[in-house]
């Protein structure tokens, strides 16, 4: 029997220690079977709510090399319920037995849905109690003019939850204003202090991001108004993409924000701030609007926002007046990205364009993606049997606990389960109405539409550059890769989410030689 343990810990909430208390549990279980010891797959200090756990996602790479798959506990292998099913049952189609040592669960046997299923509920709820009392206690810290989470360059954390001026740090904050002020733009001022030696906020060097900053989120040396001593809380909240399990950053209203004045906290002087935010304002908006910021001017190249650069998987931009090149080592130099590539960018949107319709737009290429996408339906069409066997599961047990009931049997834990039982039947049921509601088919029929509207939009790209920007974006998503092999330049690319979640294996990452 050939066997893998997983572990994980949570940095919020337990210690290292944990992974070999959970590994030791499972290798005693694997000893009572008679089974060889389990091969160790692990993660540390991070959430079971991410999907993109290093020694998580290994495993599942690795999971046709076992037979059964060990954790001391179900939260241990994730806490999403709906993607813990989903893994669960592909586990099974490929023939791997999930155990839980701890709590018992087993997907070899018959009711394993059940268990898991409401284990992975409870760990859900879990997190989002935990998520609920967690932002409560910040709430009072900003009520009372304490820090909530993190530290801006210039203060240092005292033990009490308070903090206090850094004065070598807030000479740096100062002269960061008085230069802007004065004139100096936020890359010329990051080059400068680079020159000096003069350590980053992170220790590194400085980026003009850093010090020019987000004047909406609050974020940035010239944007953040705790110089002034003004304290804003609560002005974002994190969510988790349901698709890449990835955490994105959600805008809060402003009647939600928190907002506590701390003049002893103050660097500058009012008149300072107001005067930098008055050049803010001015500036254009090409330097006013950052990624993500909302509305503004649309970006005024074809490809801008969308190239990636090989080396560092930073952003590529416009460097002079018409070549693309890696905004990371324009910015930061080559202590952070090598990378020197330049292209210019008329020959890029060219070849690229052309690659486009002779790859992806032609009826040969239509006919594939229907193909693969007709499959992926098929094989996203629910299971009204299980669903069905679900239902009847329910009853069943159900029916059992009432029949101990009519016998006479009646107890604290008999009561327990006969609302239990009821419940589950009623989550069965809605379970199946929702299958029956399924209806994927929905998509096909507009697959033309959309291809063709994809085509229109490239059709004259002088013309309305905007329109066959997010044509390209729809298509290729916002990824392309550049890099040079053997003096020929390459454009990597993968298929938009849209499509790959519709086509699944159908639409793999495609290379073109440009």
């Not at 790479?61 to 037979?67: K, N, P, Q, S, V």
């Not at 590539?341 to 060219?350: D, K, Y």
């Not at 009432?402 to 009646?410: K, L, T, V």
Request: hydrophobic share 40%.
């Amino acid at each position: 029997m050939k066997t893998a343990a997983y572990a994980r810990f949570s940095s919020d909430s337990q210690r290292e220690a944990s992974l070999e208390d959970q590994l030791r549990n499972c290798r005693a279980f694997c000893a009572r079977q008679g089974w060889a010891a389990p091969e160790v797959y692990q993660d540390a200090a991070v959430s079971g709510a991410r999907l993109d756990r290093p020694g998580y996602q290994q495993l599942l790479r690795d999971a046709d090399l076992f037979d059964v798959i060990l954790v001391d506990d179900l939260s241990r292998f994730g806490r999403d319920k709906e993607e813990l099913g989903m893994v669960i049952k592909r586990l099974r189609f490929r023939g791997v037995r999930l155990i839980g040592v701890s709590d018992g669960v087993d997907t070899a046997r018959k009711n394993h849905k059940l268990d898991t299923g409401l284990r992975g509920l409870m760990s859900e709820l879990y997190l989002d109690d935990l998520a609920e009392k967690t932002h409560r206690g910040l709430t009072g810290r900003a009520l009372a003019g304490a820090s909530a989470g993190g530290l801006p360059y210039g203060y240092r954390a005292l033990g009490d939850g308070q903090r206090e001026i850094d004065e070598a740090q807030a000479a740096v904050v100062r002269r960061i204003y008085a230069e802007y002020i004065d004139g100096r733009s936020p890359r010329e001022i990051a080059a400068a202090l680079n020159s000096e030696r003069v350590r980053s906020p992170r220790g590194g060097q400085w980026a003009m991001s850093v010090i020019y900053g987000d004047v909406r989120r609050g974020i940035g040396i010239l944007a953040n108004p705790i110089y002034i001593g003004r304290q804003v809380w609560n002005r974002s909240h994190w969510v988790k993409h349901p698709e890449t399990g990835r955490r994105v950053r959600k805008e809060r209203p402003e009647s939600e924000w928190i907002t506590t004045e701390k003049l002893e906290l103050a660097i500058i002087d009012r008149s300072t701030w107001e005067a930098a935010q008055a050049r803010i304002r001015g500036a254009s908006p090409a330097r006013t609007v950052t990624p993500g910021a909302g509305a503004g001017r649309p970006p005024k190249h074809l490809l801008s926002g969308l190239l990636r650069c090989d080396h560092c998987g930073g952003p590529m931009v416009i460097v002079d007046r018409y070549r693309y090149g890696c905004a990371r080592h324009k910015d930061r130099g080559d202590s952070v990205c090598p990378s020197r590539l330049r292209v210019p960018r008329a020959t890029l949107e060219h070849a690229l364009l052309a690659s486009i319709r002779k790859d992806l737009l032609s009826e040969a290429a239509f006919a594939r993606f229907q193909r693969a996408a007709a499959e992926a339906l098929k094989r996203a069409a629910p299971d009204l049997d299980s669903g069905r066997r679900r239902v009847a599961e329910a009853e069943r047990v159900h029916e059992n606990v009432m029949g101990a009931i009519r016998a006479g049997i009646i107890t604290a834990s008999t009561k327990a389960e006969l609302v239990k039982s009821e419940a589950d039947v009623v989550a069965a049921r809605a379970h199946l109405d929702q299958l029956k509601a399924f209806q994927p088919a929905q998509f096909l029929p507009r697959a033309r539409e959309r291809w063709q509207s994809i085509i229109d939009r490239l059709a004259d790209v002088g013309r309305n550059k905007h329109e066959a920007r997010a044509a390209i974006r729809d298509l290729l998503g916002d990824r392309i890769t550049l890099k040079s092999e053997n003096g020929d330049l390459i454009a990597e690319v993968a298929a938009s989410s849209e499509i790959s979640v519709v086509a699944g294996a159908g639409f793999e990452p495609a290379t073109f030689g440009l």
